[in-house]
């Protein structure tokens, strides 16, 4: 029987995240198209976080396969609690271990280079020809199915060939679903990224001037009974976490006069056939979010951009996030960059979606926030531009409009761009910025991020279905199932793999400091129960000196009948 291997690197770009517990559609996409050619081939799911913990397992299964799938590729750096993307020796390192099969290098890092956190400049995709038998600049599911189809042949398949249309790919989709039973967080925690339309609409205008989005070509949308039945083959086999993030802006979709407008008029009803679709297939399904709105289509459609947020909000589940590309509050950049909404606009845009979605939802989040993104090293940047960012941010507070993340990240230079013949004059400008950017972030994240986090989950808010994910010195990392999951800190450890309801204590600067809700007085430690809501000193001691508490009127008695404080607390 022939094999092939899938060793996920991880992914992640501006329209798609596949970094654990995310699976992007990558290895989905290759499955299915070994499937398509052949049932019987055994095609084995490896994370490169699996590999590194038994190396010799890998390269020996690796050996015996007929083909070596390598995907990889991070487009926009980020930090990961769930996994750490493969890293550029270890791309390297595999095909020098792995002699036996086809080795085949797919995803962004083929496409457009290799890029990491904390890197200006991608390393140009030409580096790894000397490693890999193809290094697939189109779409490397398509190339393994030509490959198969051609017995193998390397000489008569292109690494090039890109998909016409989402024929195939919906074919793929549905046979692939099943890899995803082979991912360590499947069962768990494991959120499916789903695919909605290629490129960008901004592509008639060239595009942002830093994105790699708009590379893709003319936009292409897929039918939403092929992402409808691509949910159901999920469904069945146990998915329960969906996010619709692979497109560069949901509120698009199917958007009318696509192709002839750089801000094309949303379609509700189109998105709306798409959600209840989901909802029939996948009836009880515990997370429903997405990524990715474009704050140009909010301002210049303000109507059709409220209907599809009430029609959102109608059919996903709370803790979405609308994540907004504005990357800077300075006009002159914009101009520059072609970037898609002045800062004027852009307040509008992320005013609309807070009024509309900060209400709270069943499991303690607001149903929808809107999310901004910044890009530091933008041509025309100057110290200037740092103080309008932080403006804006500061009349964001001023006027209690609330926002569940601030993403701030370095440019990230990539072949296709504009930026790629500016690389050397964004490198000085990093360096020359470093001090401006370090200072903007630290306020982001001591005055913005702090306040706001206080606004969005208050102290005492319970948040419901948490996943204890990782340990961390004496105390437990733990998050909820979605876009952009608030990180929840456990002073205590508690078993990994547990969903649990949580109440906030205290809040960071992205975080927050929560206790198992409800909290039992009897087994908890004491460096648990002080982070209790409204617990003091006295009561806390009261609590340790009384143990065993046998009785809620005991309780009672020792936290003086406070209502405040023992609703938290068990027996």
Same mark, same amino acid.
Not at 35 to 52: A, E, H, Q
Not at 340 to 365: C, Q
Not at 409 to 428: G, H
């Given at each position: 029987?022939?094999?092939?291997?899938?060793?996920?690197?991880?992914?992640?770009?501006?329209?798609?995240?596949?970094?654990?517990?995310?699976?992007?559609?990558?290895?989905?996409?290759?499955?299915?198209?070994?499937?398509?050619?052949?049932?019987?081939?055994?095609?084995?799911?490896?994370?490169?976080?699996?590999?590194?913990?038994?190396?010799?397992?890998?390269?020996?299964?690796?050996?015996?396969?007929?083909?070596?799938?390598?995907?990889?590729?991070?487009?926009?750096?980020?930090?990961?609690?769930?996994?750490?993307?493969?890293?550029?020796?270890?791309?390297?390192?595999?095909?020098?271990?792995?002699?036996?099969?086809?080795?085949?290098?797919?995803?962004?890092?083929?496409?457009?280079?290799?890029?990491?956190?904390?890197?200006?400049?991608?390393?140009?995709?030409?580096?790894?020809?000397?490693?890999?038998?193809?290094?697939?600049?189109?779409?490397?599911?398509?190339?393994?199915?030509?490959?198969?189809?051609?017995?193998?042949?390397?000489?008569?398949?292109?690494?090039?060939?890109?998909?016409?249309?989402?024929?195939?790919?919906?074919?793929?989709?549905?046979?692939?679903?099943?890899?995803?039973?082979?991912?360590?967080?499947?069962?768990?925690?494991?959120?499916?990224?789903?695919?909605?339309?290629?490129?960008?609409?901004?592509?008639?205008?060239?595009?942002?001037?830093?994105?790699?989005?708009?590379?893709?070509?003319?936009?292409?949308?897929?039918?939403?009974?092929?992402?409808?039945?691509?949910?159901?083959?999920?469904?069945?086999?146990?998915?329960?976490?969906?996010?619709?993030?692979?497109?560069?802006?949901?509120?698009?979709?199917?958007?009318?006069?696509?192709?002839?407008?750089?801000?094309?008029?949303?379609?509700?009803?189109?998105?709306?056939?798409?959600?209840?679709?989901?909802?029939?297939?996948?009836?009880?399904?515990?997370?429903?979010?997405?990524?990715?709105?474009?704050?140009?289509?909010?301002?210049?459609?303000?109507?059709?951009?409220?209907?599809?947020?009430?029609?959102?909000?109608?059919?996903?589940?709370?803790?979405?996030?609308?994540?907004?590309?504005?990357?800077?509050?300075?006009?002159?950049?914009?101009?520059?960059?072609?970037?898609?909404?002045?800062?004027?606009?852009?307040?509008?845009?992320?005013?609309?979606?807070?009024?509309?979605g900060r209400v709270r939802g069943w499991n303690g989040m607001p149903e929808l926030l809107p999310g901004i993104n910044f890009i530091i090293g933008l041509p025309g940047e100057t110290k200037?531009?740092?103080?309008?960012?932080?403006?804006?941010?500061?009349?964001?507070?001023?006027?209690?409009?609330?926002?569940?993340?601030?993403?701030?990240?370095?440019?990230l230079v990539l072949p296709p761009t504009p930026l790629w013949n500016q690389a050397d004059e964004i490198r000085q400008l990093l360096k020359v910025h470093r001090k401006y950017f370090l200072?903007?972030?630290?306020?982001? *994240?001591?005055?913005?991020?702090? &306040?706001? !986090? /206080?606004?969005? =989950?208050?102290?005492?808010?319970? @948040?419901?279905?948490?996943? +204890?994910?990782?340990?961390?010195?004496?105390?437990?990392?733990?998050?909820?199932?979605?876009?952009?999951?608030?990180?929840?800190?456990?002073?205590?450890?508690?078993?990994?793999?547990?969903?649990?309801?949580?109440?906030?204590?205290?809040?960071?600067?992205?975080?927050?400091?929560?206790?198992?809700?409800?909290?039992?007085?009897?087994?908890?430690?004491?460096?648990?129960?002080?982070?209790?809501?409204?617990?003091?000193?006295?009561?806390?001691?009261?609590?340790?000196?009384? *143990?065993?508490?046998?009785?809620? &009127?005991? !309780? /009672?008695?020792? =936290?003086?009948?406070?209502?405040? @404080?023992?609703?938290?607390? +068990?027996?």
């Amino acid at each position: 029987m022939d094999r092939v291997v899938i060793l996920d690197g991880y992914t992640d770009e501006p329209a798609g995240l596949g970094v654990p517990p995310y699976l992007d559609v990558y290895p989905r996409y290759i499955a299915g198209a070994v499937w398509s050619v052949d049932k019987s081939i055994d095609v084995k799911y490896f994370t490169i976080d699996k590999v590194r913990a038994n190396w010799a397992e890998f390269i020996k299964i690796a050996n015996e396969a007929r083909i070596l799938i390598v995907v990889a590729g991070i487009v926009t750096p980020g930090k990961y609690l769930g996994g750490e993307p493969i890293r550029l020796e270890e791309i390297e390192r595999i095909a020098n271990m792995v002699t036996g099969p086809i080795k085949i290098l797919g995803g962004p890092v083929a496409r457009f280079g290799y890029g990491s956190a904390g890197g200006t400049v991608a390393i140009p995709r030409s580096r790894f020809r000397r490693y890999y038998d193809l290094v697939v600049t189109g779409d490397v599911d398509l190339v393994v199915y030509e490959l198969l189809r051609n017995n193998y042949q390397l000489s008569k398949v292109s690494p090039a060939l890109v998909h016409i249309d989402y024929g195939l790919i919906n074919k793929f989709a549905v046979l692939g679903s099943r890899i995803v039973t082979q991912h360590p967080n499947y069962g768990r925690n494991l959120i499916i990224e789903l695919e909605t339309y290629k490129s960008c609409p901004r592509y008639i205008s060239g595009g942002c001037s830093f994105c790699a989005t708009v590379r893709y070509g003319p936009v292409k949308y897929r039918d939403a009974k092929a992402i409808v039945a691509e949910v159901e083959a999920l469904y069945s086999i146990g998915v329960r976490h969906f996010r619709l993030g692979r497109q560069a802006d949901f509120y698009t979709y199917m958007a009318h006069d696509t192709g002839k407008l750089e801000f094309p008029r949303p379609n509700p009803g189109a998105i709306e056939e798409l959600l209840v679709g989901i909802r029939n297939v996948a009836p009880e399904l515990e997370t429903l979010h997405i990524d990715n709105v474009n704050p140009g289509t909010i301002y210049h459609w303000p109507r059709e951009s409220i209907e599809v947020t009430k029609i959102l909000m109608k059919y996903h589940t709370p803790g979405d996030v609308a994540a907004m590309g504005i990357e800077t509050a300075d006009p002159r950049v914009v101009k520059l960059n072609n970037l898609k909404v002045m800062p004027d606009e852009a307040y509008f845009a992320v005013k609309t979606i807070s009024e509309l979605g900060r209400v709270r939802g069943w499991n303690g989040m607001p149903e929808l926030l809107p999310g901004i993104n910044f890009i530091i090293g933008l041509p025309g940047e100057t110290k200037e531009t740092f103080r309008l960012n932080i403006e804006f941010l500061r009349r964001l507070l001023n006027d209690d409009v609330w926002v569940r993340r601030v993403n701030i990240r370095q440019v990230l230079v990539l072949p296709p761009t504009p930026l790629w013949n500016q690389a050397d004059e964004i490198r000085q400008l990093l360096k020359v910025h470093r001090k401006y950017f370090l200072a903007f972030k630290y306020w982001v *994240r001591r005055y913005f991020d702090h &306040e706001m !986090l /206080r606004r969005v =989950v208050p102290k005492g808010t319970i @948040l419901r279905r948490v996943f +204890t994910e990782a340990h961390y010195g004496n105390g437990t990392y733990a998050r909820q199932v979605g876009s952009y999951p608030l990180l929840i800190y456990i002073p205590a450890k508690i078993e990994l793999g547990r969903w649990i309801d949580v109440a906030v204590s205290e809040h960071g600067f992205r975080s927050v400091i929560g206790v198992p809700y409800p909290v039992n007085v009897n087994e908890a430690p004491k460096r648990l129960l002080k982070y209790v809501p409204n617990m003091s000193r006295d009561v806390l001691n009261r609590i340790i000196a009384s *143990r065993p508490i046998r009785s809620y &009127e005991q !309780l /009672r008695s020792i =936290v003086n009948n406070n209502y405040e @404080l023992s609703k938290y607390l +068990t027996l």
